[in-house]
């Protein structure tokens, strides 16, 4: 565990959780310093190895989750914080964290499903990204009720947090 991640990292992931719920946004003015604050704290304390190891979570984030993004799956806020948080916590941890992030989030994502009464749309968004289909669906927008999208902050949190103690 890195200890010096711990508070930092707990900190960011209240705010972003709170302003993902709040305005189904993670805002700029919090991942990116948090960015360049781990890559600066990691380089500081481990020298070139720290930077590199930092570098390569950050770049395992950006890899993972930008790839959802590029897919309709995510939004660029959590592509930014995933990045982020693999800057302080390095590309191993950020390995648990993700997997703990997708269970945690699917669990969220049928609870929310089961309580809007949109469980099969869920079934039917989720085989549209897993196997590319093109039909429209209608634009992706928090007023268009075809086109439900889930805060994933909270998910990211959970996860992130489980992973501390699991690594």
């Not at 709170?18 to 990116?32: A, E, G, K, Q």
């Not at 960015?35 to 600066?40: E, L, M, R």
């Not at 590029?70 to 982020?84: E, I, N, S």
């Not at 390095?90 to 469980?119: D, E, H, K």
Request: charged content about 10%; aromatic content about 14%.
């Amino acid at each position: 565990m890195h200890s010096f991640a711990w508070w930092p990292t707990v900190i960011v992931l209240g705010v972003a959780t709170y302003t993902d719920l709040r305005s189904r946004r993670i805002p700029n003015w919090l991942v990116l310093p948090f960015f360049a604050v781990g890559v600066a704290v990691s380089g500081w304390l481990h020298g070139w190895h720290g930077l590199g190891h930092s570098l390569g979570g950050a770049g395992l984030g950006l890899l993972l989750y930008g790839i959802l993004f590029f897919m309709g799956g995510m939004g660029a806020g959590d592509v930014k914080l995933c990045a982020a948080i693999g800057a302080w916590i390095g590309p191993m941890q950020l390995i648990y964290a993700l997997v703990f992030t997708g269970l945690v989030g699917g669990v969220m994502a049928l609870a929310w499903a089961v309580w809007g009464g949109f469980l099969g749309e869920l079934f039917q968004q989720a085989g549209d990204l897993a196997f590319g289909s093109k039909e429209d669906r209608g634009e992706a927008v928090l007023s268009n009720p075809r086109r439900r999208k889930m805060p994933y902050a909270p998910a990211i949190a959970i996860g992130t947090l489980i992973s501390f103690f699991a690594h």
